[in-house]
Each structure stands twice: as structure tokens, then as C-alpha cells.
């Protein structure tokens, strides 16, 4: 199995990378909001919208911060990408239960295994991979972005 070659770390990019790819996933959820529930209200989509870039930018600062105060060991990009993601959705799902809930049943039916609407932590936690893979492979890893 090989390895990912180590890249120069740059905060900018980093950021970049990340607030692109969540820009990406917002604009699916966007997207693909209406499908599932026509009805919802538009700042609920336009919140949607905007989630998944505030959790690449969150993700992104947060390997800049872990490679300063890392010490001998930093954590790796999956681990602190998929326990953001994770960690962010969980919080946005206690906000808004409702919401998260009726989605969930507009999508799996109300009988069905994935009607909780704490399955949204599961779905962060895969967003938060994809978007911290991206960024520890675009952006690079290291004490660097934390020391410009």
C-alpha cells in the first residue's frame, strides 16, 4: 500500500480546499433539498447551504492548530476530519431535531432503520472525511500553516 506523498502545508490553501468542497456539498444539498421536502422553509436551505463550508473551514483550522500544539504526535487528518464532521452535525441535529427528523422520514420512510435524525452525525463524519482528505492532500499537513 503506498503512501500519500507529503505535501508543504499552506493555511490559504488549506482553507481554499476546504471551503471549496463544502461549498460543493451545500450546493448538492441544495440541490437536492426540494426533492425530498418542497415545502421547507428557505432559510432552512440556504442553512443547509452554508453548513458544509463553515465545517471545511472548522476542519481546515483545526489541522493548522493541531499541528501547533500537536507535540511529538499530531492526529491524523482522518481522524480530526470524520470527528469534526461528526461532531458539527451532532450539534446542528440537537438544534434542529424537527427538521433533521422529518427530513429523515421524508427520505426513508417513517418504518425505515435510518428514520432517526441522529443519523445526520454518521453523514457528517463521512463529509468530514472527504473534506479533510482533500485538504491534508491539497493543502499539505504540518507545523507550517500554524507558523506563518
Request: positive net charge; without cysteine; hydrophobic residues 55%.
Amino acid at each position: 500500500m503506498s503512501r500519500i506523498p507529503r505535501r508543504p502545508a499552506s493555511l490559504p490553501i488549506r482553507l481554499a480546499v476546504a471551503t471549496m468542497a463544502g461549498l460543493l456539498l451545500g450546493i448538492l444539498g441544495l440541490a437536492l433539498l426540494p426533492l425530498f421536502m418542497p415545502g421547507l422553509d428557505p432559510m432552512v436551505r440556504w442553512g443547509f447551504f452554508l453548513w458544509y463550508p463553515t465545517v471545511g473551514a472548522v476542519i481546515a483550522f483545526a489541522g493548522a492548530a493541531n499541528a501547533r500544539e500537536g507535540g511529538s504526535r499530531a492526529l491524523p487528518w482522518w481522524l480530526r476530519g470524520g470527528a469534526i464532521g461528526g461532531w458539527m452535525n451532532f450539534v446542528a441535529t440537537l438544534l434542529s431535531p424537527g427538521v433533521m427528523r422529518d427530513f429523515m422520514i421524508a427520505a426513508f420512510g417513517a418504518d425505515g432503520l435510518l428514520a432517526s435524525p441522529f443519523w445526520f452525525v454518521a453523514e457528517g463524519a463521512v463529509a468530514g472525511l472527504v473534506i479533510g482528505y482533500l485538504v491534508m492532500r491539497f493543502g499539505g499537513e504540518g507545523r507550517e500553516p500554524a507558523d506563518d
